[in-house]
């Protein structure tokens, strides 16, 4: 597997997600689909992020409920909800990125694939959602912050 740029990762995950929302597959079966039908190689980043994404996809939609002020899971776009999935699952999972750059990135794939307000809709939860988390203070000092009751589950 090639090496690509963490952004080159992130769109690639979240390309893999979008598709997963269509088609619930396993990851191995869609990792081989992607590979076969569209020469799509994810790095370990990007397949890392998709394993961790879609295995607690559940968690995820739990915490865009709680977040959304006005909108419920079932009526946001899939790539809102792509977009959502894989940026609440970096600032919880991946404990290396800074939340700054979780937030930027999810951004700019709405951006790309949907709408500027679905950017800023995205934005706003991602953002609520680290500074309850305490994000930034996680990357100082992962051990002293508590889990969230969801993160417990």
Not at 116 to 131: F, K
Request: aromatic residues 8%.
């Amino acid at each position: 597997m090639k090496q690509s740029s963490r952004r080159q990762a992130r769109e690639t995950a979240f390309c893999l997600i979008f598709e997963w929302s269509f088609h619930k597959q396993d990851l191995e079966s869609m990792l081989k689909n992607a590979m076969d039908g569209r020469g799509l190689e994810p790095d370990p980043f990007a397949r890392e992020l998709v394993e961790k994404t879609i295995n607690e996809v559940d968690k995820w939609d739990a915490l865009i409920e709680q977040y959304s002020e006005t909108w419920r899971v079932s009526r946001l776009s899939r790539v809102t909800l792509a977009v959502l999935r894989l940026g609440l699952c970096e600032i919880t999972r991946m404990e290396d990125i800074p939340l700054g750059a979780t937030i930027n990135e999810a951004v700019e794939l709405c951006k790309k694939f949907a709408t500027e307000e679905e950017a800023a809709y995205v934005n706003g939860i991602l953002g609520r959602y680290g500074r309850d988390l305490g994000a930034d203070e996680k990357k100082q000092d992962t051990a002293s912050r508590p889990m969230t009751s969801l993160e417990q589950e």
